[in-house]
Every structure is written in structure tokens, then in C-alpha cells.
């Protein structure tokens, strides 16, 4: 059985990389993550695209960091510890923002496609919204990564 997502985008600035396309991927990332992690509730994410002055603004804000970053996670559960009850009609797991030049720069940095950096970045980020922090220790490091790498190469997107 499929559980119901609704993922709601909107861009903080008009961008020629902002598609049908794009937007299908971001869709399928946030939803492959949920499902690989086994998330059983109805589930709202916001996804926000942006360019590097506003995700810098909030990097600066919210985490004390004085410098655009490729994205940003504010899960509205801390550590995961979703309220049944909440979550019974709707799990709103929180806010994404995405940095779509970012994003463009490290595909070509990192050697693949632009698609493919932008689906790991929305993979990385819904698993922060689950609760997962790779800052944390060196061991959540390890399965973020684990766990990023095998939800984004089932997307199968190159």
C-alpha cells in the first residue's frame, strides 16, 4: 500500500532549471527515502528552491554558519520521535531548502548530472526530517551516507 505523500515546491526566485522535470525527481527522492525507511504515516514536506543569498541568510540565522550551503533541513519532530496521534490524518515533517545552483555546481564538481545531485541532496535532506544526523557522530556519518547512497542509486536516475 502506498502511503499518501504530498510534497509542496515552490522557488524563491524564477529558474530555468525549475521543470516538471526537476520537480518529478524531488517528488520521487523525498518518497524513496520515506519508503526505504519505512515511514507509515500520510506525510507533507515543503521544498523550497532558492539561490545562494537565501540559503545563506538562513545557514547564517539558523545554524551560525557565515556561508551559503547546498541545503538546508528543519524537521518539525526532534530526533524523529514522530506523535502518533499527529500523525495519524498528516505527518508534517518539515521544511527543505535547496540551493539549485549549488546543486549545479557540485554535479559538474562531482561528475554526474544535475538531477542526480539534486535527488541526493532531497534524499539527504528527508532523512535529517526523520530524524538522522551525520553530524553527530562518526558512526550516523557512516549510515547517513550508507543509507543516501542506496536510496539514491535505486532511483536509478544515471
Known sequence: MRI??????SAKEPFEED???LRRVIRRAVYAALKHEGHPYPTE?????????????????????????DVLSFPLYEDGQFDEVECRDLCELGDIVLSLPRAKEQAAELGHGFLREVAFLTVHSTLHLLGYDHERSEEEDELQCRLQK???TALNLE
Open 4 to 9: 499518501p505523500l504530498h510534497v509542496i515546491i
Open 19 to 21: 521543470t516538471p522535470e
Open 45 to 69: 514536506v515543503s521544498v523550497t528552491l532558492c539561490g545562494p543569498e537565501y540559503i545563506h541568510e538562513l545557514n547564517k540565522e539558523y545554524r551560525g554558519v557565515d556561508r551559503p550551503t
Open 150 to 152: 542506496e536510496i539514491v
